[in-house]
């Protein structure tokens, strides 16, 4: 619990913040990566958001909404509740977040390299979070050594990505990753919806046309 986080990778940022993202029971996500996170990335949904106060906590270690006594630890229903992984990316990035509650109060809040920059309450805003990451490691250029070819940093993403669509069900995603088009996939309100999902991301449809004389 007590161990620090240290994000070596931009496949490990993309899972953090999509664990975030499905504890704050969205329904709708979109995620969109250039540069193989290194660029950008960046996470938009309609979840539970945050309210200007509790903005700037996201970003502090060991801060967490997830538990509120010890008793929670044992019966942890959410991906995480350490409270180091938007401390640890925020340290290492150039990081934007906008954030609502319900009623459309919330904040935005920007961070470089760990330094506050901006904070300022917002209303009347969509509610959910909207968060952009950019420059991964431009303060630490030493951790970039950690990055290997950029096929399988990609692949790495995908994986990871991949994973939520099989796991998120009732979620719908909006998938795009540099200049390519943007992938959807619906929620999945049934296992016919789900198998339809599994075969949109593992099968690659060939259009058959067919010659007649």
Do not use: W
């Given at each position: 619990i ?6 070596e ?17 969205s329904?709708h ?121 950029k ?12 994973s ?20 959807i ?16 991301l593992f ?11």
């Open positions: 007590k161990a620090g986080e240290v994000v990778r931009p496949s490990a940022l993309v899972k953090e913040i999509l664990e975030n993202s499905i504890d704050a029971k329904k996500i979109e995620l969109t990566i250039i540069d193989n996170g290194l660029e950008l990335v960046a996470l938009e949904d309609d979840g539970q958001g945050m309210s200007f106060e509790d903005l700037p906590f996201a970003f502090a270690r060991h801060a967490t909404s997830k538990i509120k006594d010890y008793a929670d630890l044992f019966k942890l229903l959410s991906y995480g509740f350490r409270g180091e992984a938007l401390a640890s990316i925020a340290s290492v990035s150039r990081v934007t977040c906008t954030s609502a509650k319900s009623d459309g109060k919330g904040g935005k809040i920007e961070i470089q390299g760990g330094q506050q920059t901006a904070y300022l309450p917002i209303e009347n805003a969509r509610p959910g979070t909207s968060l952009y990451i950019r420059d991964l490691f431009y303060n630490t250029p030493a951790r970039l050594n950690f990055i290997k070819s096929s399988s940093e990609k692949n790495a993403i995908k994986r990871i990505v991949d939520f669509l099989l796991t998120a069900k009732k979620a719908t995603f909006s998938i795009k990753y540099d200049d390519k088009d943007k992938k996939f619906e929620r999945c309100q049934n296992q016919k919806e789900f198998i339809a999902r599994m075969e949109k099968f690659k449809r060939k259009e058959i046309i067919a010659h007649t004389s």
